[in-house]
């Protein structure tokens, strides 16, 4: 008998391939440990270090590579509860170290645009979807990784408008964090106060998210069976993480923090389904 987690919006989103003779994991629903499983795992375990690294790049990461396995509609909410629940210590350390006059006007953007994220969540192709997350990243990333600099003078309808296309990402795959990667880091910021802005943003996101979220009836079962399963890879991701970063240098920062992230958005490419066996 095959095992399977079905994702809620589409079927052929599940443990495809017959299972080897192994370890079960019994939590209520069937899950075989597996190819797949064992590659979501280490998907957290990489996404979580790099999250408690940088403060951002989970999300790009986690949401990617775990929807080619169980669909963006599974895997942006368990990305929501996860990181939200073991996040809280860097977050109250991060209300206290971030600037929030840099902070408040991309928050009430995104807070505004969120809903439209998960409206397209809830109504657009799977397979579309992860396309167009993939290739958002790597268009944003990019000029960043090139050198772009910008004065960080920003009017305010700038930031609104900035804030409200990171909110539309958030809602629709938790991946707020690319448009502001670029602003920021391209301002020439220190990684730490980066990093502190990164985290209080993303507080004041999720609250949005996880109201539209319940409110769209996405905080399902398959959802909360993955995240009891990648919990505690991407705890164990969070506090490698945030060792890694002690006396790190900027151009460490940077560079680490970057290419994790290229490779992950390549990898996770429908283009790549067959070769890695999803």
């Not at 996040?87 to 971030?98: E, K, M, N, Q, S």
């Not at 645009?113 to 268009?139: E, K, N, Q, S, T």
């Not at 090139?146 to 991946?175: E, T």
């Not at 240098?249 to 490779?263: E, G, K, P, Q, V």
């Amino acid at each position: 008998m095959e095992a399977r987690i079905d994702a809620p919006d589409r079927q052929d989103y599940h443990l495809r391939a017959p299972r080897p003779a192994g370890m079960r994991l019994h939590i209520g629903l069937p899950m075989s440990f597996d190819p797949v499983l064992a590659g979501a795992l280490l998907t957290a375990l990489v996404a979580g270090t790099t999250r408690g690294f940088a403060g951002f790049g989970g999300a790009l990461i986690f949401v990617p590579l775990i929807s080619a396995a169980y669909g963006p509609r599974v895997s942006a909410p368990t990305l929501l509860i996860v990181d939200t629940a073991l996040t809280l210590p860097f977050v109250i350390r991060a209300f206290r170290d971030c600037v929030w006059r840099q902070v408040a006007p991309l928050a009430i953007g995104a807070v505004v645009a969120v809903p439209a994220g998960v409206a397209i969540l809830r109504h657009a192709d799977p397979l579309a979807l992860r396309w167009a997350l993939a290739g958002l990243g790597l268009a944003m990333l990019a000029p960043v990784m090139a050198g772009w600099r910008h004065s960080g003078q920003q009017r305010l309808p700038s930031k609104l408008a900035l804030g409200a296309f990171a909110g539309v990402l958030g809602g629709a795959a938790q991946m707020s964090g690319p448009p502001l990667v670029a602003y920021w880091l391209g301002s020439n910021q220190p990684p730490a106060l980066v990093r502190a802005n990164m985290f209080g943003f993303f507080a004041l996101v999720t609250v949005a998210s996880a109201t539209a979220y319940a409110a769209n009836g996405m905080l399902t079962r398959e959802v909360g069976w993955l995240v009891l399963v990648l919990g505690p890879a991407y705890a164990a991701g969070l506090f490698l993480g945030a060792r890694a970063f002690r006396g790190t240098s900027d151009r460490n920062f940077r560079f680490i923090a970057y290419w994790i992230i290229t490779l992950a958005l390549l990898l996770s490419l429908p283009v790549f389904d067959t070769l890695l066996g999803r």
